[in-house]
Structures are given as C-alpha cells and as structure tokens.
C-alpha cells in the first residue's frame, strides 16, 4: 500500500504543475501539458508498466522495480489529477474573475484567493474518484512482479490450492479500502460544500 | 478556464516578454527531445537491424491479429455489459428494497475491485469449479462484470435525468414498469448516456492488455512481447508501436466521444449524463 501513498503524493504535485501549465498564457507551455495527458491518459497502465520495466533497460536505464512501478502510477495518474484540477478551474465563473481583476487582484492574486479555494472544493469528489483509481491500479504492479496485495494472494493462491479463499480475501480487502475512501472523501465534500 | 480573463491581453512589453518566454520553452523542450534521442540511439533503438522485422509481413500480421483480439474483446464485453448493465440499472431504480438493495451492493462491490484481481480470481476459480473455458472468456467475464456495474449505474443516472412526466405518461397510457422502460425511458437514457459509453468503451480496452497475465491470450501487449522474444533487438520497437497503436485508437475513441457530446448538446440542448471518473 505503499504504493498508493507514494503515487497519490507524487501525481497530486505532478498533476497540479500539469494544471498550471495548461492554463498557462505561454502556448507552447499549454501544448506540451496538453500532449503529456494525450500521451499518458491514453496509453493503457499494463502497457505502460511493461514498458518501463522490460523496455528501458534495454536503453541502460535500470530502476528498481518498486520505484519504477511508482513512477508508472504516478505519470498515469498525474493526467487525471490534472484533468478534474482543470474542470475544478473551468467550474469557477468567468464574472468572478473579472470581478476579481477590476478590484486589482493580479493574475496570481486571483489564482490563490479565488480561484484555488473554489476549485479544490469542487474538486473533492472527483478527486476522490481518481484517488479510487488509483488504489484499484496499483494491482497493475504485479504484472511485473511487485509484491503487493493481488501479486502476493496470486501466488499464495497459485502455490496453495485454496485459490478460491485467498483471492476472496485480497478481493474484500479491495472493496473494504475502497468503500472507506468513498466514505471519508464523501464527507469531506460536505464539509467543504459550498452552501449555495 | 477563461485565459483571458485572468491575463488581460499583454501589451506590447508583456508580448515581446512571452515571445521570450515562448522560445526559451521550446529551447527547453527540444533539449529534453535531443536527450531522448541521444539516449535512444545510443543504445542502437534506431539501427536498421532493430527495425528490420518490421519490413516483413508476417510481423505485422501478428500484431494485427494481438490488436484485433483486443478489440474482439473490447467489443463482446462492452456488449455483454451494455446488455446486463440496463438490467442492473433497471435494478437500481426499482421501488422494492428488496431488488434495489441488492444492485446497489452488487455496484459497489465490483466498482472497488481491480480488474487484475478479477481476471485472477476468475481465471483460477472458474476452472476449479469446472468449467474450464478459453483465456477470452475469463477477460471478457471479467471487464464486462466490471463494467456492467458502470453502464448501470449510468443507466441510472440517465433515466433520472428524464422528467419525471416521462415515466408517468407511459403509466397512464397504460404501459406496464417494463415496456415503459424498454420502449420510453432506456432508449431516451441510452441517447444521453451514448457519450460517456464511449468514454466507457476507452475504459475497457485499456482493460483488455490485462490479459498480458494470463499468457494464453494472444493480445497486442503479448504479441509485441513474443515478437521480442523472437528478435530480441526490436522488444522495445514492438512494444513501442503497441504503445502508440493503443494511444492513437483510444484518442480517437475519445475525439468521436466529445463530438457526440457537443453535438447531442446543440441538437437538444440538454446536458448529456456522465459520471466523474
């Protein structure tokens, strides 16, 4: 679970500098964001994760496999987070903005006393989601063999011959996590709800 | 977000400044571009031998067969789950407890397990309680058990996006709960829902290279794979064409879903249903 904690960590920070830079008013700025979540939205995490763990060494690029099945969860997921950071930014209303302008707030000004703070609220559900995401992906690590919970019942199940318990149990184990997340990202968002 | 209205438009300073800004960017990009290359050539990924291959026919035949049996799979399971999730959605809506509760577990269940870990669990179980069927079918059960929960709980969303004098016309005109729902609400429902269908569709051929686990099925991921095994310079090449190949289709899947949304938007003004994921 390791994994989780790291590549939530790494694709929230990856994925807001993405979100900036998409509305960034450099274009070549905003076309290389744009293309990165093209790219790596779009590839299949199983390709992706085969990729970087058989493919670079061929380059004379070695990770371990723990950090590169990290960096594969976090470059993936860093296109959704930065995705419903950019609807959250989209939600904000365009006269807010002017209203924020005329009254002097510079574009950073604006950026952090009005645009963050509704943003982050709208976002909390769907954040959530891609959170969800991320916990069901990180058993996408053990095609390469990192020993997490769906690699590790795997083996257990293929060496036993209880396959039926042991992946039941790691199967619970999933919707327990995931069903507690729901929860606690649900009230979150009513703790941070607007009250319209 | 309104660019414009965050930046006013720069005058002629601020203009000459993001030029700067502009060319330092691509100086910094077509840097990261050389290094890339650098790399890569220097490990010969661009030597003829490593690309020689791929001018047989053969070759690409075996790729095209991994890709078409992922899309054969994409496209049965979509279907499976399109079929059983108006079902479960139809579930979900009930006004029994005693059908709804049981869809909304059902949902929730299989919205938190990984499709990994159901492909496993079916591909060891399945044979276990004897019925031994082919690799295809353990994916195919597992993206569609996976993804019917999705088309359901869209389903849902989209029949009570209707107004509510749908359902209530039908019933005074005499239509029983199910030609109600089959001939009024789902084919509305399924109208509104076409765009996030085929955002669904994305999904589950992404899922489909999970099957590079269980060995027997021979899709792009796996063939790109047996290809390196067979030229052992061209594993990154293949596996980087099947890259690019998933990449291409799932962008155009997402382009065809987009238009269909601005399109169903102009033509009824109405928001088409979705949900966040």
Redesign the interface.
């Known amino acids: 679970m390791g994994l989780v904690v790291l590549g939530w960590i790494g694709a929230l920070v990856l994925g807001t500098v993405l979100a900036i830079m998409r509305?960034s008013?450099?274009?070549?700025?905003r076309m290389?964001a744009t293309a990165y979540i093209?790219?790596f939205?779009?590839?299949?995490?199983?390709?992706?994760m085969?990729?970087f763990v058989?493919?670079l060494p061929?380059?004379?690029?070695v990770f371990p496999l723990f950090p590169s099945a990290v960096i594969v969860l976090v470059t993936y997921h860093a296109a959704f987070v930065c995705e419903t950071l950019?609807s959250g930014?989209?939600a904000?209303a365009?006269g807010e903005?002017?209203a924020s302008?005329s009254l002097g707030f510079g574009?950073f000004g604006?950026?952090r006393h009005l645009?963050f703070p509704q943003a982050f609220a709208v976002v909390v559900?769907?954040m959530g989601?891609v959170l969800?995401?991320l916990v069901?992906?990180?058993?996408?690590a053990?095609?390469v063999g990192v020993a997490e919970?769906?690699f590790t019942?795997?083996q257990i199940?293929?060496e036993e011959v209880q396959?039926?318990a042991v992946?039941?149990g790691?199967?619970i184990a999933?919707?327990v996590?995931?069903?507690v997340l729901?929860r606690l990202v649900a009230s979150l968002d009513r703790k941070v709800a607007f009250k319209k | 977000?309104?660019?414009t209205?965050?930046?006013?438009a720069?005058g002629p300073r601020g203009r000459r400044r993001?030029r700067v800004?502009?060319v330092a960017?691509?100086v910094i990009?077509a840097g990261a571009a050389y290094v890339v290359i650098r790399?890569?050539n220097?490990?010969g990924?661009f030597d003829a031998a490593a690309w020689q291959p791929f001018g047989l026919w053969g070759v690409w035949r075996q790729l095209g067969i991994g890709l078409l049996n992922n899309v054969r799979a994409a496209v049965v399971g979509m279907l499976l789950s399109m079929f059983f999730g108006c079902f479960l959605g139809w579930g979900l809506l009930s006004k029994r407890k005693m059908v709804r509760y049981p869809c909304r577990v059902f949902t929730?269940?299989f919205?938190?397990?990984?499709?990994?870990?159901?492909l496993?669990?079916i591909s060891?179980?399945l044979p276990?309680w004897g019925l031994p069927l082919p690799d295809f079918w353990f994916l195919v059960v597992a993206l569609s058990l996976y993804s019917t929960v999705v088309v359901g709980d869209l389903v849902r969303a989209g029949v009570q996006a209707l107004p509510h004098g749908e359902a209530e016309a039908a019933a005074a005109l005499g239509f029983s709960g199910f030609q109600s729902m089959r001939l009024i609400l789902l084919p509305q429902a399924l109208r509104m829902m076409s765009p996030a269908l085929v955002s669904q569709m994305?999904i589950v051929?992404?899922?489909?290279?999970?099957a590079?686990?269980l060995g027997g099925y021979f899709e792009l991921?796996r063939a790109a794979?047996v290809l390196g095994a067979y030229y052992s310079r061209s594993?990154?090449q293949a596996?980087?064409i099947?890259?690019i190949t998933?990449?291409l289709i799932?962008?155009a899947l997402?382009q065809i879903a987009s238009a269909i949304d601005r399109k169903e938007k102009q033509r009824y003004g109405v928001q088409p249903v979705a949900l966040?994921?």
């Open positions: 509305v008013p450099i274009r070549t700025v290389a093209l790219v939205r779009n590839i299949p995490i199983p390709v992706q085969v990729l058989f493919g061929l380059l004379g690029i950019r930014l989209n904000v365009v903005l002017e302008r574009p604006t950026m645009v559900q769907p989601n969800i995401l069901k992906n990180t058993s996408v053990a095609i919970l769906t019942a795997d199940a293929i396959a039926f992946l039941g790691a199967l999933y919707v996590v995931c069903l729901k | 977000m309104n660019t209205t965050l930046f006013e720069p993001h800004y502009e960017s691509w990009l790399i890569l220097k490990n990924a929730e269940v919205n938190s397990i990984p499709v990994l870990l159901l496993f669990f060891l179980v276990a994305v051929l992404k899922g489909t290279t999970l590079y686990v991921l794979t594993l990154l596996q980087g099947a890259a998933f990449m799932n962008i997402s966040d994921e």
